[in-house]
């Protein structure tokens, strides 16, 4: 296989920096309001600082993907003394908790890295952080170019996996027969 | 939101999006402020609500009491009496309902301009003033630890002593060690690219958020040099609720009665002898309004009524019967005795704001200040302020002339009264030299949010509106000429015959009478005809029709 060069886009999230101002927060629901900058909602952004002024936790999260069920353990970290959830890091759109989620239908959100048109220079939350707790960075890597699988093979490869590839074949004639 | 009548038990009130329900808060009863928003934050499994709480001294109806939320607090003219009255613990608050623009576009480049020039004044700080005039924001007490400027030149004690050899190596570094120990962040306001406030953890008390000057205004008023008593009481009071201007004032003038024999040994039986821990044993007194502590919570002023034996003598740093800054001065200035007389809130940081303190030494430097004052209204505040000499024939008391002064009172109460309306906190507008927002800018961002059709001459007489109902409220409460005057001794050198005649001036140019009263005529033309007419039902505006 091949390499490729890609672009990975990332936010370095510098938690003593933050000041729990929640620009980004609002930028970012205000940016993809439609029409563009139509509302803001905090309710609504993809970036989430989660906040707890008497613990002095200040930690911004983005929202990832969206995930079914929720974990069946809930881990605790403790740094630097602070102690935090391993939710509080979880990227996940999830029903365990309300965040990362449009707050009249409930459907999840994920961050785009603002990828719209015409192309931003940098995530409008970036933009709006004057603290330089948010900073972009995009570098390049040397990935193994994937050759894509449609879902049937994607499918069927698991069954593979779990059966054996005659057994596979095998099920496919008899199907076919019975056609 | 309007509260009438009381609750028979002791309540708060829960607001989610459209749904307000009032629950029971008996539970919640005497617990802190600050304790209080955590509680409900749990009991409810909302962490991002947020809510607004008082303490013990609201529930006991002290005169100081405040409101306090997150770093904030409404703290003046004891308004969590009147919460603690109602019997309203707290109000939480969540929603998560969209804030609607009505010109997106237009709006977020306003936006934007405010953001830059923001960012050019944090860059560019305001030259030849004295520090804490010179950045944007809150008065940035939680940033420096340098505080040569308060400590030299605001009173100690009861208002009384000044101390001007105070400030030296071993204290600024003995302070600023305590400021980086105890403050865990410096903090913002929801969507403010100031950082006014910060996080205080004192070791062995449970952390609580503040801005601003409180951490000074208990060991001033106390005769405590050490910092760290200043931020573990005011620890205490965030959490009982008080108002730390006045209460350490109170405090502070309940030490002196005892040193002039008008409170005795029993009125101070079981209080500690030393300055840090007489000042808790009375606030925990005042908050409960236990013994002495029940006159002291009604202020100085009703204190001093209550105790007699020439009490009133002491309780001499009030306005309208309230406690203000411990600040004492030489020479009247015209400007200021314009704003501590008339200010409707009572409290001089709530009414001055754009016209600089002082004049500038030299024409210079004036200059300078001038070249880029796109904020003035109208072109003759420059001229005003060029003309304005620290000694001579254009020096105060005289110059501003009074008509100056009134112009000069009239643009800064107007941007209070518009921040006011607006909900902008005034360390960004009104209380600030040169700040984002003003008359120019604001008709524009008001008219992109919302749609309204405003220009400078509607939002004016918006101010006019506001100033005018706000004055006919107070007028309506007994409010008149001989209650408009500065805390006694603030200027050792005054002028009385130009004291009247600023203040006539004032009257005049509001269109109220010589008392301080709305005129028929100027309501009218303000579209307030009806208050003109409450006015004369109850008697207080003479029926001019016969």
């Known amino acids: ?179 | 939101m309007i509260f009438r009548g009381k609750s028979p038990d002791l309540v708060y009130l829960w607001i989610n999006n459209d749904k307000v329900e009032i629950r029971d808060a008996s539970h919640l009863r005497g617990k802190g402020a600050v304790e209080t928003a955590e509680l409900i934050r749990q009991e409810l499994k909302e962490p991002n609500a947020q809510a607004a709480a008082i303490g013990l001294a609201g529930e006991n109806r002290v005169y100081m009491a405040s409101i306090e939320h997150s770093r904030s607090s409404a703290s003046r003219l004891g308004i969590g009496a009147v919460m603690g009255d109602k019997g309203i613990k707290a109000i939480a608050v969540r929603g998560t309902k969209d804030i609607n623009l009505a010109r997106p576009d237009e709006f977020v480049q306003l936006c934007n301009e405010v953001l830059e020039y923001i960012k050019f004044r944090n860059e560019h700080p305001v030259a030849n003033v004295m520090t804490i005039l010179q950045g944007l924001g809150s008065p940035q007490e939680m940033l420096h630890a340098d505080e040569k400027w308060h400590t030299e030149n605001f009173m100690w004690g009861n208002a009384r002593v000044r101390r001007k050899d105070f400030w030296n190596k071993e204290i600024e570094e003995k302070w600023k060690e305590t400021q980086l120990r105890v403050r865990k962040r410096l903090i913002s306001c929801y969507n403010c690219p100031m950082k006014c406030a910060a996080i205080i953890s004192v070791p062995g008390i449970s952390t609580y958020m503040m801005k601003c000057f409180s951490k000074l205004t208990f060991a001033m008023a106390a005769f405590v040099e050490d910092l760290d008593f200043g931020f573990r009481i005011a620890q205490r009071a965030t959490e009982y609720g008080v108002d730390a201007f006045s209460t350490p004032q109170v405090m502070a003038f309940a030490v002196e009665l005892k040193e002039a024999g008008i409170l005795t040994d029993e009125d101070f039986a079981g209080c500690p002898s030393d300055n840090e821990g007489r000042f808790y044993w009375l606030l925990d007194r005042i908050v409960r309004r236990e013994g002495i502590g029940d006159a002291l919570a009604n202020g100085t002023y009703w204190a001093a009524k209550q105790i007699g034996k020439g009490a009133e003598e002491y309780a001499h740093n009030n306005i309208r019967k309230h406690e203000q800054l411990p600040l004492k001065l030489g020479m009247l200035n015209p400007i200021y005795f314009l704003m501590y007389c008339t200010g409707e809130k009572a409290n001089i940081t709530q009414i001055e704001g754009q016209f600089p303190q002082s004049p500038f030494m030299t024409i210079e430097e004036g200059e300078e200040f001038v070249r880029d004052w796109i904020q003035v209204p109208d072109e003759k505040f420059k001229r005003y302020l060029l003309d304005w000499e620290p000694r001579g024939e254009r020096s105060m008391p005289f110059y501003p002339t009074v008509d100056m002064c009134v112009d000069i009172v009239d643009w800064q109460e107007m941007m209070h009264y518009i921040d006011d309306a607006l909900g902008v906190c005034a360390g960004l507008s009104s209380f600030p030299l040169k700040p984002p927002y003003h008359i120019h800018n604001y008709p524009r961002i008001i008219s992109a949010a919302t749609g309204i059709a405003m220009d400078e001459e509607g939002l004016k007489q918006i101010y006019r509106r506001n100033r005018n109902l706000l004055r006919a409220v107070n007028v309506r409460r007994g409010l008149r000429r001989a209650d408009e005057k500065p805390p006694e001794d603030h200027w050792k050198k005054r002028f009385p015959e130009l004291e009247e005649k600023l203040l006539d001036a004032y009257y005049k140019f509001k269109g109220w009478d010589n008392q301080g009263i709305p005129t028929r005529e100027s309501l009218q033309e303000l579209d307030l005809g009806y208050i003109a007419e409450d006015l004369e039902q109850r008697g207080i505006m003479k029926n001019e029709r016969g």
Request: with cysteine; charged share 35%; hydrophobic share 30%.
């Open chain 1, 1 to 179: 296989m091949s390499e490729v060069k890609k672009i990975v886009k990332t936010i370095k999230i510098d938690l003593d920096k933050c000041n729990g101002c929640r620009a980004c927060e609002l930028i970012c629901s205000a940016f993809h309001a439609k029409p563009k900058y139509s509302s803001n909602n905090p309710a609504r952004s993809r970036i989430q600082v989660i906040h707890d002024p008497l613990r002095d936790i200040y930690l911004p999260v983005y929202a990832g993907e969206y995930a079914q069920a929720e974990c069946m353990g809930r881990d605790k970290y403790v740094i630097d003394g602070k102690e935090y959830d391993e939710c509080d890091f979880c990227r996940a759109s999830c029903p365990s908790r309300d965040v990362f989620k449009e707050p009249d239908s409930g459907l999840p959100l994920k961050c785009d890295m603002c990828e719209d048109d015409p192309p931003q220079e940098k995530p409008l939350c970036v933009q709006w952080c004057l603290n330089e707790a948010l900073t972009y960075e995009e570098r390049e890597e040397e990935v193994e170019e994937e050759v894509k699988l449609e879902d049937i093979e994607i499918g069927l490869e698991a069954m593979v996996d779990k059966y054996g590839l005659q057994k596979i074949i095998d099920a496919v004639a008899r199907m076919s027969m019975k056609g």
